[in-house]
């Protein structure tokens, strides 16, 4: 027990600072984050406390206000600061791998899996509802990506259903914030071990970074690339 309690000690003021961190972070975004927070923590206490005044038991009901408010406070600040953060991500370049990286259990990730010149990319997630593509890019342009992946996907894994989604606030996308909530409410229609087996055999297909054919060590000054073929020779 002693040797947990320093580790714990440690623990806290990192944890702290955290939330710190995350309050500074949320309120650039959210200016009133402070009044609401503060707002919600005083009309939970107060109600529970006139409660106690009420029914004769202002002590009881006062603590019980107390721990309620501080529950009541973390969950507002919890999901207005997650809020926030979607907001400053929105827009940037891979954000929706970032959300995807969080998705939780039961979900393999791949980012990446294509992209074309103007840096518009499909990540790849697989799980129980199956396959699910998701572009972020210009709406237009994406549709190339992603029919060419869903096809890709058809040859590899034709028994395993494809969905593909369009990070986006225009008509038909997704937002960011509501991603993972999309995906999770997709019907689960695979087994864990055909899951398993799916994974096995795109692995096997790579992602863009580990199938781009880059050299090993630097490349000698003055050295061209030979026209269509490979720079080790052939």
């Given at each position: 027990?002693?040797?947990?309690?320093?580790a714990?000690?440690a623990?806290n003021?990192?944890?702290?600072?955290q939330?710190?961190?995350?309050?500074?972070?949320?309120r650039?975004?959210?200016?009133k984050?402070?009044l609401?927070?503060a707002g919600?923590?005083?009309?939970?206490?107060?109600?529970?406390?006139?409660?106690?005044?009420?029914?004769?038991?202002p002590?009881?009901?006062?603590?019980?206000?107390?721990l309620?408010?501080?529950?009541?406070?973390?969950?507002?600040?919890?999901?207005?600061a997650?809020?926030?953060?979607?907001?400053?991500m929105?827009?940037?370049?891979?954000?929706?791998?970032?959300?995807?990286?969080?998705?939780?259990?039961?979900?393999?990730?791949t980012p990446?899996?294509?992209m074309?010149?103007?840096?518009?990319?499909v990540?790849?997630?697989?799980?129980?509802?199956?396959?699910v593509?998701?572009?972020?890019?210009n709406p237009?342009?994406?549709?190339?990506?992603?029919?060419?992946?869903k096809?890709k996907?058809?040859?590899?894994?034709?028994?395993?259903?494809?969905?593909d989604?369009?990070?986006?606030?225009g008509?038909?996308?997704?937002?960011?914030?509501?991603?993972r909530?999309?995906?999770?409410?997709?019907?689960?229609?695979l087994s864990?071990p055909?899951?398993?087996?799916?994974?096995?055999?795109?692995?096997?297909?790579?992602?863009?970074?580990?199938?781009?054919?880059?050299?090993?060590?630097?490349?000698?000054?003055?050295?061209?690339m030979?026209?269509?073929?490979?720079?080790?020779?052939?």
């Amino acid at each position: 027990m002693a040797r947990k309690e320093p580790a714990a000690d440690a623990a806290n003021p990192g944890r702290l600072k955290q939330i710190a961190l995350t309050y500074k972070m949320t309120r650039k975004a959210d200016k009133k984050i402070g009044l609401v927070l503060a707002g919600v923590g005083i009309v939970v206490f107060g109600v529970l406390l006139a409660i106690g005044f009420l029914i004769g038991h202002p002590i009881y009901l006062g603590i019980l206000g107390v721990l309620l408010a501080f529950l009541a406070t973390a969950i507002v600040f919890g999901r207005r600061a997650e809020r926030a953060a979607f907001g400053q991500m929105e827009g940037q370049p891979g954000a929706a791998a970032a959300v995807l990286d969080n998705i939780g259990r039961g979900w393999t990730t791949t980012p990446a899996v294509a992209m074309n010149r103007n840096q518009d990319v499909v990540h790849r997630a697989v799980g129980k509802a199956g396959i699910v593509l998701v572009a972020e890019g210009n709406p237009n342009r994406v549709k190339t990506l992603l029919a060419a992946e869903k096809r890709k996907m058809n040859r590899i894994v034709a028994d395993v259903p494809v969905h593909d989604l369009v990070v986006g606030t225009g008509e038909g996308q997704v937002e960011l914030k509501k991603l993972r909530t999309t995906m999770l409410k997709l019907p689960r229609v695979l087994s864990g071990p055909q899951v398993t087996v799916t994974n096995d055999r795109l692995r096997a297909l790579g992602d863009l970074m580990s199938n781009m054919p880059l050299p090993k060590g630097p490349m000698p000054k003055g050295m061209r690339m030979p026209k269509g073929g490979n720079p080790r020779g052939r």
